[in-house]
C-alpha cells in the first residue's frame, strides 16, 4: 500500500456518518437571551444613574480634597466659613473669628453658654435675651460699655448686684447726672477712709422738719424760709425753724422716733 492510500484510507474511516450523528445547539437562545439582554441593559442604566448621582452631590455639597463646602479641614483643625447651623450640640474647645472681623452668635431666642467642671456641675452661665445679658454667677471682665447713643444698664432682678475692686471703683458720667435710687435704704460707708461730697451745692430733700415756738409775736405771722440743720445722735438729720439761737433741742422730739 502505497502512502496516498494509507491517508486515503484514514480519512475515510475519520469521517463521522451523516445518518448517525446528533447536531446540539451550543448558547442562549429565545426568551432567555432576551432576558439577559434586559437585565444587562438594566444594570448599565442603573450605572450610569448612580454616577451621575454621585457627581451631582459631590457638585452640590462642594466636596473637594481639602473638605465639604464652607467646612475646611486643615492641620490646626476644622475652619467653617460662611452661615452655618447646627441642630445637635456643637462640642469644641475653642471658636474665633478672623482677625479683621467680630465673631457673631445669632439666634431666634436666647443664646445660652454654660461653663462646667470636671463633674458636669455648672459653675458659670451666661444667657443674652431680649432684655440683655443674665449672668448666673459672678462676672470678672476689665471693660463693660453700651453701644453708641444707648444706655447701659446692670440689674439684679431677684437678689443684690455687687461690685468689688481691690484698688477701688470710679463711677462718673462725663456730660450728664449720676443717678442712685433705691426702696429701702442707700447706704455709704467707708472704713477707714471719709465720704467727701464736692459740688456747688449740696441739697438734701425730704428732711422732716421740727416745730419750734417763738416768743416774739412778729415771727407767727411772717413764713418761715430759714431752717437749721440738726444732726441727732443715731445720725438722723432733721430741719428746724431757724432762731436767733439754736433750736435743735426744742424740736428734738423727731430724734425719739429715729
Given at each position: 500500500?502505497?502512502r496516498?492510500?494509507?491517508?486515503?484510507?484514514t480519512q475515510q474511516?475519520?469521517?463521522p456518518?451523516?445518518?448517525?450523528?446528533?447536531?446540539?445547539?451550543?448558547?442562549i437562545y429565545?426568551w432567555?437571551?432576551?432576558c439577559?439582554?434586559?437585565?444587562?441593559?438594566l444594570?448599565?442604566?442603573t450605572?450610569?444613574v448612580?454616577?451621575?448621582v454621585?457627581?451631582?452631590i459631590?457638585?452640590?455639597?462642594?466636596?473637594?480634597?481639602?473638605?465639604?463646602g464652607n467646612?475646611r479641614v486643615?492641620?490646626?483643625?476644622i475652619?467653617l466659613?460662611?452661615i452655618?447651623?447646627?441642630l445637635?450640640?456643637?462640642?469644641?474647645?475653642?471658636?474665633?473669628s478672623r482677625?479683621d472681623s467680630p465673631?457673631?452668635l445669632?439666634s431666634?431666642?436666647n443664646?445660652?453658654?454654660n461653663?462646667?467642671?470636671?463633674m458636669?456641675?455648672?459653675?458659670g452661665?451666661?444667657?443674652?435675651?431680649t432684655?440683655?445679658?443674665v449672668?448666673?454667677?459672678?462676672v470678672e471682665?476689665?471693660h463693660?460699655?453700651a453701644?453708641?447713643?444707648?444706655?447701659?444698664r446692670l440689674?439684679?432682678?431677684?437678689?443684690?448686684?455687687?461690685?468689688?475692686a481691690p484698688r477701688?471703683?470710679?463711677?462718673s458720667a462725663a456730660?450728664?447726672d449720676?443717678?442712685a435710687?433705691?426702696?429701702?435704704?442707700?447706704l455709704?460707708q467707708?472704713?477707714e477712709?471719709?465720704?467727701f461730697?464736692n459740688?456747688?451745692?449740696?441739697r438734701?430733700?425730704n428732711?422732716?422738719t421740727g416745730?419750734?415756738s417763738?416768743?416774739?409775736p412778729?415771727s407767727s405771722?411772717?413764713?418761715?424760709?430759714?431752717?437749721?440743720?440738726?444732726?441727732?445722735?443715731s445720725g438722723?438729720?432733721?430741719?428746724?425753724?431757724?432762731?436767733a439761737g439754736?433750736?435743735?433741742?426744742?424740736?428734738s422730739?423727731i430724734?425719739?422716733?429715729?
Amino acid at each position: 500500500m502505497t502512502r496516498e492510500q494509507y491517508i486515503l484510507a484514514t480519512q475515510q474511516n475519520n469521517l463521522p456518518r451523516a445518518e448517525n450523528a446528533q447536531l446540539y445547539p451550543v448558547g442562549i437562545y429565545g426568551w432567555r437571551k432576551r432576558c439577559l439582554y434586559f437585565f444587562v441593559l438594566l444594570l448599565l442604566v442603573t450605572m450610569i444613574v448612580n454616577l451621575a448621582v454621585t457627581i451631582w452631590i459631590l457638585k452640590v455639597m462642594n466636596f473637594t480634597v481639602d473638605g465639604m463646602g464652607n467646612l475646611r479641614v486643615t492641620k490646626k483643625g476644622i475652619r467653617l466659613e460662611g452661615i452655618s447651623e447646627f441642630l445637635l450640640p456643637l462640642y469644641v474647645k475653642e471658636i474665633h473669628s478672623r482677625k479683621d472681623s467680630p465673631l457673631v452668635l445669632q439666634s431666634d431666642r436666647n443664646v445660652t453658654v454654660n461653663a462646667r467642671n470636671h463633674m458636669g456641675q455648672l459653675t458659670g452661665q451666661l444667657t443674652v435675651g431680649t432684655e440683655g445679658a443674665v449672668f448666673g454667677h459672678s462676672v470678672e471682665t476689665p471693660h463693660i460699655r453700651a453701644e453708641p447713643s444707648q444706655d447701659l444698664r446692670l440689674e439684679s432682678p431677684t437678689r443684690s448686684l455687687i461690685m468689688e475692686a481691690p484698688r477701688g471703683i470710679q463711677v462718673s458720667a462725663a456730660a450728664g447726672d449720676f443717678k442712685a435710687a433705691c426702696r429701702k435704704e442707700l447706704l455709704l460707708q467707708s472704713t477707714e477712709g471719709e465720704i467727701f461730697l464736692n459740688a456747688d451745692t449740696i441739697r438734701l430733700g425730704n428732711l422732716p422738719t421740727g416745730s419750734f415756738s417763738s416768743s416774739s409775736p412778729s415771727s407767727s405771722h411772717s413764713r418761715q424760709t430759714v431752717y437749721e440743720l440738726c444732726v441727732c445722735p443715731s445720725g438722723k438729720l432733721y430741719l428746724s425753724p431757724a432762731g436767733a439761737g439754736s433750736t435743735c433741742q426744742s424740736s428734738s422730739s423727731i430724734c425719739l422716733w429715729s
